[in-house]
C-alpha cells in the first residue's frame, strides 16, 4: 500500500508538472481539515510559478480566519480553462459543490482523502483511510514535490492535523501523525497563537447556543446514545451561526456512558444535516452510508432531506440496531 501511495504521489506530481492552470476546491461546510490542507497544497504549488485558484464554494468558519492566505479562497467564476482540478478531503464529487462544475470539464483530476468512503473519482486517486487527516497525506505529498514547506505551510497543516485528530485524541492518531506534527513544530509554527484561535476564542453567541443545546440534550438506551438538535430558532435566539455548533458532538461523546453521540442541524424546513461520534463499538459510517453520506468510524456525517423530527426517529431507529 505504502509503494502504491508513493507512486500515486509521483504521477500527481507529474500532472501538477504538466498544466499550468491549477484549481483546488474546498468542500461544503469546510473544516480545520479541509481549510489547512487546502492552503497549504495551494501555496506548495504556486512555489512552482503555477497559476493556482481555490474555489471558495461555501462560508469559511471563523475559527479557520486566522490562518495565512485565506484571502485564496475565492469565489470562481465558471470557465473552460481548468487544465487541473485538485479535490481534498472530499470522498465524492457531490460533497464539491458549486466545484462539481469544474471537476467534470477539468481536463484531469487529482483526488486527494482520507475517508474510506472516497468513491475515487479522480484520474488519480490518493486516497489513505489509515491516515488521520487530510492534511498529513498532504504533507507527504509537498514533501514528494520537493518544495520547502515554510511556516505559512506548517500553521496551516498543523490546524488541519489538529482538527481531524480532536488534538491528538482521536483513535485515527497514528506515531506518524505525531512525528509530522513535531516536524511542523521544528519549522517555528506558533502552536500558542494556532490554539488560541481554534481552541479558545469561543464568542458569547457560541457559548450560549452550547448551553440551549445541552439543556435539549436527550439520553436514549440506557444512556448508551446522545442526541441534540440545534434548530434555527435556537441560532436566531442566541444570534448564532450554524457554523457555532462546532464541538458540540464531541462534547457530547465525553460523557461516560455513552458509546454513539449525535447531532441534528435544521438547515432548513426539509433538511437536517446530521454529525455522528461514537466511542468504541459502533462503526458510525456504516449508519451515515445507509442516509447516503460517509466518514469514518467513529466520526461520520449525512444528509436528510426531512423535517428534525422526522430525521431524528429515522436516526434513532438507525442507530439503535447497532446495539442489538
Given at each position: 500500500?505504502?509503494?502504491?501511495?508513493?507512486?500515486?504521489?509521483?504521477?500527481?506530481?507529474?500532472?501538477?508538472?504538466?498544466?499550468?492552470?491549477?484549481?483546488?476546491?474546498?468542500?461544503?461546510?469546510?473544516?480545520?481539515?479541509?481549510?489547512?490542507?487546502?492552503?497549504?497544497?495551494?501555496?506548495?504549488?504556486?512555489?512552482?510559478?503555477?497559476?493556482?485558484?481555490?474555489?471558495?464554494?461555501?462560508?469559511?468558519?471563523?475559527?479557520?480566519?486566522?490562518?495565512?492566505?485565506i484571502d485564496m479562497?475565492?469565489e470562481q467564476e465558471?470557465?473552460?480553462?481548468?487544465?487541473?482540478?485538485?479535490?481534498?478531503?472530499?470522498?465524492?464529487?457531490?460533497?464539491?459543490?458549486?466545484?462539481?462544475?469544474?471537476?467534470?470539464?477539468?481536463?484531469?483530476?487529482?483526488?486527494?482523502?482520507?475517508?474510506?468512503?472516497?468513491?475515487?473519482?479522480?484520474?488519480?486517486?490518493?486516497?489513505?483511510?489509515?491516515?488521520?487527516?487530510?492534511?498529513?497525506?498532504?504533507?507527504?505529498?509537498?514533501?514528494?514535490?520537493?518544495?520547502?514547506?515554510?511556516?505559512?505551510?506548517?500553521?496551516?497543516?498543523?490546524?488541519?492535523?489538529?482538527?481531524?485528530?480532536?488534538?491528538?485524541?482521536?483513535?485515527?492518531?497514528?506515531?506518524?501523525?505525531?512525528?509530522?506534527?513535531?516536524?511542523?513544530?521544528?519549522?517555528?509554527?506558533?502552536?500558542?497563537?494556532?490554539?488560541?484561535?481554534?481552541?479558545?476564542?469561543?464568542?458569547?453567541?457560541?457559548?450560549?447556543?452550547?448551553?440551549?443545546?445541552?439543556?435539549?440534550?436527550?439520553?436514549?438506551?440506557?444512556?448508551?446514545?446522545?442526541?441534540?438538535?440545534?434548530?434555527?430558532?435556537?441560532?436566531?435566539?442566541?444570534?448564532?451561526?450554524?457554523?457555532?455548533?462546532?464541538?458540540?458532538?464531541?462534547?457530547?461523546?465525553?460523557?461516560?456512558?455513552?458509546?454513539?453521540?449525535?447531532?441534528?442541524?435544521?438547515?432548513?424546513?426539509?433538511?437536517?444535516?446530521?454529525?455522528?461520534?461514537?466511542?468504541?463499538?459502533?462503526?458510525?459510517?456504516?449508519?451515515?452510508?445507509?442516509?447516503?453520506?460517509?466518514?469514518?468510524?467513529?466520526?461520520?456525517?449525512?444528509?436528510?432531506?426531512?423535517?428534525?423530527?422526522?430525521?431524528?426517529?429515522?436516526?434513532?431507529?438507525?442507530?439503535?440496531?447497532?446495539?442489538?
Amino acid at each position: 500500500m505504502e509503494n502504491q501511495l508513493k507512486k500515486l504521489m509521483n504521477d500527481a506530481i507529474q500532472m501538477i508538472n504538466k498544466y499550468n492552470n491549477i484549481y483546488i476546491c474546498s468542500h461544503v461546510q469546510p473544516d480545520g481539515d479541509n481549510i489547512g490542507s487546502t492552503l497549504a497544497l495551494a501555496m506548495a504549488i504556486k512555489k512552482l510559478k503555477k497559476n493556482v485558484s481555490i474555489i471558495k464554494v461555501d462560508d469559511i468558519p471563523s475559527d479557520y480566519i486566522f490562518l495565512p492566505h485565506i484571502d485564496m479562497f475565492e469565489e470562481q467564476e465558471y470557465n473552460d480553462s481548468v487544465d487541473l482540478f485538485i479535490s481534498l478531503d472530499s470522498s465524492d464529487l457531490i460533497r464539491l459543490g458549486a466545484g462539481k462544475k469544474f471537476a467534470l470539464k477539468a481536463k484531469n483530476i487529482i483526488n486527494i482523502d482520507h475517508h474510506i468512503t472516497n468513491e475515487n473519482f479522480g484520474d488519480i486517486n490518493i486516497v489513505s483511510p489509515s491516515s488521520g487527516s487530510t492534511g498529513e497525506i498532504v504533507y507527504r505529498f509537498i514533501k514528494d514535490m520537493k518544495v520547502d514547506i515554510d511556516k505559512d505551510m506548517a500553521t496551516c497543516l498543523y490546524t488541519a492535523i489538529s482538527t481531524d485528530t480532536g488534538r491528538f485524541m482521536y483513535s485515527n492518531t497514528t506515531y506518524e501523525t505525531h512525528l509530522i506534527a513535531s516536524e511542523l513544530l521544528k519549522i517555528g509554527i506558533d502552536i500558542n497563537n494556532i490554539n488560541i484561535n481554534l481552541y479558545q476564542s469561543r464568542t458569547i453567541e457560541r457559548t450560549r447556543l452550547f448551553l440551549e443545546a445541552l439543556n435539549n440534550l436527550e439520553l436514549i438506551s440506557e444512556n448508551r446514545i446522545a442526541l441534540v438538535a440545534v434548530t434555527q430558532d435556537m441560532l436566531q435566539n442566541c444570534n448564532a451561526k450554524m457554523e457555532d455548533t462546532e464541538g458540540i458532538v464531541s462534547f457530547i461523546r465525553n460523557i461516560d456512558s455513552i458509546e454513539v453521540a449525535c447531532m441534528l442541524k435544521e438547515m432548513s424546513k426539509e433538511e437536517v444535516k446530521v454529525s455522528l461520534r461514537s466511542k468504541k463499538h459502533v462503526d458510525v459510517s456504516k449508519i451515515s452510508i445507509k442516509f447516503g453520506g460517509g466518514g469514518h468510524a467513529k466520526a461520520a456525517g449525512c444528509t436528510l432531506y426531512e423535517n428534525i423530527e422526522t430525521a431524528k426517529d429515522m436516526l434513532l431507529n438507525e442507530i439503535s440496531l447497532s446495539f442489538r
